[in-house]
């Protein structure tokens, strides 16, 4: 209809012969009108639904949050096209976005957005924080990361190391910003390798306090989020010294800034300067000059120094030690992980919106325009990106559960699902934003249109809270010992999904029917197929290092090819396996129908990775299937594309002009406003 | 004239203009059904008597619902819903003279439409928490965009704005002296053009920005702000309970005084629909409206609306007995409730009408 509406307008447009003044040339070109995409799409399935789905909880307290951010001048909100627009101004100073930075966290604290972050305990507390974190996330990444930094990570240390004593005198500040916290893990010389770290703690019994030292240059702490201009506290990693025995590596509370923010003796900070992204966070270097803290200060719920100088654990294996002290770590992981999937989904919402308003060249002469969305090759960019938010997003929502449900025993699991998919959302994260910025053109270059320069405010999340391929590495490896385990009880697997592996090895079909490629049972076998074959033959090339006497360190090293196609495998059939639950919770009905294509271009893209033909899981004629089907999918969802992202649930105001009328938004009368 | 006296809005056919005049002076205007959109450069409307326009004539909706049950008033609804998207998003600027009361139905007539121009006459409210219905219209759109948390505290309280602060806060786009108005209406209707911004500043000719008195609650924005971003009903009323305390002004106890009078299960169910609506366009905001209107009128949660209605418009004891009395007994998942589609056979959401997909001026497209 609107090709043929447009079309006779331009034939009308051919047969006036009076020719147009002149100003009518210069007012309005016809032809390139904006045609909003609400008007043209239809909803085949109740978004609001598939949106509670999504984001899974506490849809009212993040709606009540982006209210809270649109309706104050403090989140720079912009008119663009007859329409509000909030994000910051990233053309101010780092100085000036640090200080935008404070106080957007203050106007969040005088509102109460904080309350029971520190003080409440439960799920449900901890799943609405995590649902205030994806909401800040989505304003601005600064803004989370300042906010994790004196949460997650300084909160958490005290939550988690620390003792009741500790509790009572911590949190009930840190919730109130009576006390501005910051975590120095990690320095110039040591970051994944936290064991390494060189400062120093000694104990001095004559006035039990600790005295904490950075011995050289490479032992200064750096990139510590919040040192470089706010914080007033810090959690401290060192080695404690005690009587000349190095106890290994353990946390202190040091003080490092006074009330009115000056640096206190025997502490240096330096700021680390402008960064690619996040210079919203005044990340800083520290140096510890025998500072003396006192004894109190030890968080001691993994060990503790007795006034007179007694180094004290319950735990004797020092590996088990340090493994304790690094589990807050999880939850910061478990947010990077989920905030990079809404990162996904504002890059590809608006890269979809774009694309459906967007036209470029036209397949005959004198007809409109071709819509970007509607060229086949498009939708092969864009929409198995889409499914793979949707997959991601379901992988999410169980890593939160499986966080806020935590129990000693499901420690191992959190630590390697935590690990694999703070890993692969972060880097497919960046995939996305990477290909949602070309499909935008030019425009994905503008700064306000946001979908670029994503790339560099989220770069860093392939590193920080462990870098990525070690992370992949260590889930290998936990894989591996998994293995060994089983074989020890005779062959059963339990616990991380790896139940398939007690079963026989599934059969690909070899003639792969459009109908079997759309099976959710053929898809898990397939991915289960991949997995369990790639960890044969990972343990089979480790063993057979072990066997020739190599160690283990160096066995894991040499066969990091394998350990890496099996980090992701895991990775894929793990998330697949959240994706069918989370279909199976629907009613039938035309939600769980698209849900279900939307599934299966997920688990199909998973199909094309090179393991299935390098190894040969697949044929070559199969691999052609699945590759046939995938494009047949595109094409079947291509009418959902609108519904689907805007099932995401973000607001038009954290979107950007792009991904609404971007002709009004650059037209000449908002330049002269 | 095109129109008998008896029908109840004149139409006049200028050479550019439609000038729309809502005729039914006994029941304050109430709006009805044969306003429809001439396709012309631009539409007046206007009220006559002392009103622009008190609003959908609610008595006569109770009235067929108790007649022909709830549909009878979904019917209505539905019109009238409709009515308030077509007039949201029509191709031609829309002048409404508010030189009146303009209040509910009255503010679903105008505020979709491009120029709202008040006057030292203009007295504006959505008192539906009062009656146990919730600020409807797509109210939910326009007030959610108001500065601030402005839009919560007149869809809660129910607070009446004069012409001034119409203008500060948004919801009139310009403000024309009454003793003008004959002025301004012959320089309209002269007007050949569906421009915006020659309209406005045709308007602009006869506007003044005359200052907000002393007293005016717009000057109290930071307090507003404060206590009505607080999460819950509850949360406000307290926010404001400790500002009492703090400020002793008159206009803190009126608001707690109002909010304890007014329904607790509308002022829930507002409550909720603002902050949704604020992140909706106004398509989407009259289709949950229109579901929650249903859920009013089916009184499956609560009979408010009817309480209510017997006690400021038939009765007129003013003492409604709400049920549920506290808004303390009313949960998340009964508020959830009125949000959810219609339980019923052969219910339906409502269809928003199609509009032309090109060409539609950017101030429109903004708003879908």
């Known amino acids: ?673 | 004239m095109a129109s008998s006296q008896h029908e109840q809005v004149l139409v006049e056919e200028k050479s550019f203009a439609r000038i729309l005049t809502l005729n039914r002076t006994k029941q304050l205007n109430a709006l009805s059904f044969q306003m429809d959109d001439p396709n012309v450069k631009l539409i007046i409307l206007k009220g006559k008597g002392r009103s622009f326009c008190a609003g959908g004539d609610v008595a006569a909706v109770v009235h067929d619902i108790r007649a022909g049950g709830w549909r009878a008033g979904a019917n209505f609804f539905m019109k009238e819903f409709t009515l308030n998207y077509l007039m949201a998003t029509y191709s031609k600027p829309q002048v409404s003279i508010l030189n009146g009361i303009v209040m509910g139905g009255g503010n679903g007539a105008s505020m979709h439409g491009r120029f709202r121009v008040a006057t030292e006459n203009s007295l504006f409210a959505m008192p539906e928490t009062a009656l146990g219905l919730f600020p409807d219209v797509g109210a939910s759109y326009f007030l959610s965009r108001l500065p601030g948390f402005f839009g919560e505290y007149l869809g809660l309280t129910g607070a009446r704005l004069d012409g001034v602060e119409m203008l500060a806060c948004g919801l009139a786009t310009h403000f024309v002296p009454s003793a003008k108005l004959p002025m301004l209406e012959a320089a309209l209707c002269a007007v050949d053009s569906s421009d915006p911004a020659i309209i406005s500043s045709i308007i602009g000719q006869y506007s003044e920005r005359p200052s907000l008195k002393e007293q005016s609650v717009y000057n109290r924005l930071d307090v507003i702000d404060r206590c009505f971003s607080q999460k819950t009903v509850e949360e406000i009323l307290s926010a404001l309970e400790r500002e009492a305390v703090d400020r002793r002004e008159g206009w803190i106890s009126t608001t707690i005084q109002t909010l304890k009078k007014a329904s607790p299960t509308s002022l829930k169910i507002s409550l909720r629909s603002i902050r949704v609506g604020r992140l909706q366009g106004v398509g989407p905001c009259l289709v949950r409206e229109y579901r929650m209107v249903c859920h009013v009128m089916r009184g499956e949660f609560s009979k408010d609306f009817f309480e209510g209605c017997r006690a400021i418009l038939l009765d007129k004891d003013k003492n409604p007995k709400w049920e549920p009395s506290k808004l303390e007994l009313i949960t998340d998942t009964t508020v959830d409730s009125y949000f959810s589609k219609v339980k019923n056979e052969d219910w339906e959401d409502l269809k928003l009408p199609a509009r032309p997909k090109f060409n539609l001026p950017p101030y429109v497209i903004a708003k879908l």
């Open chain 1, 1 to 673: 209809m609107d090709r043929a509406y447009q079309r006779t307008r331009i034939l009308t447009n051919h047969l006036i012969l009076n020719s147009p003044a002149q100003t009518d040339c210069l007012t309005s070109n016809e032809c390139l009108s904006y045609s909003p995409p609400e008007l043209s799409e239809k909803y085949a399935f109740d978004v609001s639904e598939m949106r509670r789905l999504m984001d899974g909880h506490d849809v009212e307290e993040r709606d009540r949050l982006f209210g809270l951010i649109i309706q104050s001048k403090l989140f720079n909100p912009r008119v663009r096209g007859g329409k509000v627009f909030v994000s910051p101004d990233y053309n101010q100073s780092m100085e000036q976005q640090r200080e935008m930075t404070w106080k957007r966290i203050e106007y969040l604290l005088e509102r109460g957005v904080f309350g029971g972050w520190m003080t409440g305990k439960g799920e449900e507390v901890e799943m609405k924080r995590f649902a205030c974190f994806e909401v800040l996330g989505l304003f601005d990444h600064s803004i989370s990361i300042k906010l994790g930094v004196h949460f997650f990570l300084w909160g958490g240390a005290i939550q988690f190391f620390g003792t009741k004593h500790h509790h009572d005198k911590w949190l009930r500040d840190t919730e109130n910003y009576l006390i501005k916290g910051c975590f120095s893990m990690t320095e110039l010389g040591h970051g994944s390798n936290v064991r390494g770290i060189e400062t120093v703690t000694t104990y001095d019994s004559n006035t039990g306090e600790f005295i904490i030292n950075t011995p050289c240059e490479s032992a200064q702490k750096y990139w510590i989020g919040g040192a470089a201009k706010h914080a007033t506290h810090t959690i401290v990693f060192s080695q404690l010294n005690i009587n000349g025995t190095n106890e290994g590596v353990h946390a202190l509370i040091a003080q490092i800034r006074d009330a009115d923010g000056n640096v206190c003796p025997n502490i240096r900070i330096a700021d680390c300067g402008h960064k690619i992204g996040l210079n919203g966070v005044d990340n800083g270097r520290i140096w510890f000059d025998n500072v003396r803290v006192p004894r109190e200060n030890l968080l001691n719920s993994v060990a503790d120094v007795s006034p007179d100088g007694k180094y004290l654990s319950a735990i004797k294996d020092p590996d088990q030690r340090f493994a304790a002290f690094l589990s807050p770590l999880t939850a910061g992981r478990v947010n990077i992980a989920v905030n990079a999937v809404y990162q996904s989904k504002v890059g590809l919402a608006i890269a979809i919106r774009y694309a459906l308003t967007r036209r470029a060249f036209s397949l005959k002469a004198n007809e409109p325009e071709v819509l970007l969305l509607d060229y086949p090759s498009h939708q092969r960019r864009l929409l198995p990106l889409l499914a793979k938010i949707y997959a991601m997003s379901f992988g999410a929502n169980y890593l939160k559960m499986l966080y806020v449900r935590r129990t000693p025993q499901s420690n191992k699991t959190i630590h390697v699902v935590s690990s694999s998919f703070k890993a692969t959302c972060t880097w497919s994260n960046m995939q996305i934003i990477q290909e949602c910025r070309e499909a935008c053109g030019g425009q994905g270059l503008k700064t306000e249109n946001r979908v670029g320069h994503l790339k560099a405010e989220h770069d860093v999340q392939s590193t920080f809270e462990g870098d990525n391929n070690i992370l992949m590495q260590q889930v290998s490896k936990a894989l591996f010992a998994e293995y060994v385990a089983a074989q020890k009880r005779n062959k059963v697997f339990k616990g991380l999904g790896l139940e398939h592996m007690n079963k026989p090895c599934p059969v690909i079909p070899s003639q792969l029917t459009s109908t079997t490629l759309r099976c959710s049972q053929f898809q898990m076998d397939a991915l289960c197929l991949r997995e369990r074959e790639l960890l044969n033959r990972f343990v089979a090339d480790v063993s057979q290092c072990l066997a020739r006497g190599e160690s283990k360190e160096h066995a894991f090293n040499t066969n990091y090819q394998l350990a890496e196609d099996l980090g992701k495998a895991f990775s894929d059939r793990a998330i697949f396996q959240t994706f069918v639950e989370a279909e199976a919770t629907l009613a039938a009905g035309s939600l769980k129908d698209v849900l279900g294509m939307v599934r299966s271009l997920y688990a199909l893209t998973c199909l094309e990775d090179v393991t299935y033909l390098r190894y040969g899981y697949l044929s070559v004629d199969n691999a052609t299937a699945v590759r046939r089907e995938i494009t047949k999918l595109c094409s079947e969802l291509r009418p959902h594309a609108l519904a689907l992202v805007s099932s995401f649930g973000i607001p038009d105001a954290f979107l950007s002009p792009i991904a609404f009328n971007w002709i009004d938004a650059n037209s000449w009368s908002s330049v002269q406003h």
